[in-house]
């Protein structure tokens, strides 16, 4: 079965630095992986996603992910945190028709 | 082009009893899929619609049910609500359930149900 693991409740970031939010993956073949974040109130929202090509993907608000097929982590960055980045951030895998989120993992980006 | 929309916003019901939830798509997608969100939690996969049809389940009972019509909107309803109901409903569309591509899925805002 597909799934994956977001490592981190909570990650707290100082505004300008470079951000990371982890994510491991496991798949029975090609991994279909997806980045979606969710601000209070709101429905998901898209970020990027991984089919196949090039390792490096960019996404939506300056966010790109990196996929590692070695260590199997879809791990999602960002070069300078902006405060407006803090929300829930979700990792997630397509199986079939229906897509299987993480737990999730809380951004807290400080002024 | 409009986005996923969902009504209502909140809703409380007692334990026992239903409850009828609704999603427009977005503009030209044929696929509604619909997620439970529990405080804390990823979404979880309740079931999926294409053209009508239901199109693939997740691990929820029975009295999770689902209808979509001819303009491709879809409702959720649940039967004997139970404490355990009480999340973030949401539906998400997409275009097609081609399995070798993929067309993200568009998200809803959720329906927030309380069950008390």
């Known amino acids: 079965a597909q799934s994956v693991a977001q490592p981190e409740d909570q990650v707290n970031v100082a505004e300008g630095n470079p951000l990371t939010v982890k994510c491991t993956y496991s798949?029975?073949?090609?991994?279909?992986l997806f980045w979606y974040v969710q601000y209070p109130n709101r429905g998901l929202q898209f970020l990027l996603k991984?089919?196949?090509?090039?390792?490096l993907v960019k996404g939506s608000y300056g966010f790109e992910a990196e996929f590692n097929k070695s260590q199997t982590s879809f791990h999602l960055k960002k070069p300078s945190a902006l405060v407006s980045d803090s929300a829930l951030y979700f990792c997630a895998v397509r199986d079939r028709n229906k897509i299987i989120f993480g737990k999730g993992t809380r951004l807290h980006i400080l002024p | 082009e409009t986005g996923v929309t969902q009504s209502p916003t909140h809703l409380i019901k007692t334990r026992g009893q239903q409850v009828t939830l609704r999603c427009s798509s977005q503009s030209g997608h044929n696929t509604v899929s619909w997620y439970q969100q529990a405080l804390g939690q990823g979404p979880q996969f309740i079931f999926q619609y294409y053209r009508e049809e239901e199109n693939g389940r997740g691990n929820f009972p029975p009295r999770f049910s689902g209808l979509q019509f001819p303009n491709y909107s879809s409702e959720l309803n649940v039967n004997a609500l139970e404490l355990d109901d009480s999340a973030l409903y949401l539906c998400?569309?997409?275009?097609?359930?081609?399995?070798?591509?993929?067309?993200?899925?568009?998200f809803g805002p959720g329906t927030r149900l309380t069950v008390l």
């Open positions: 991984y089919i196949t090509g090039d390792n």
């Open positions: 998400a569309s997409s275009l097609g359930v081609d399995y070798f591509s993929y067309n993200e899925q568009f």
């Open positions: 798949v029975s073949g090609n991994p279909y």
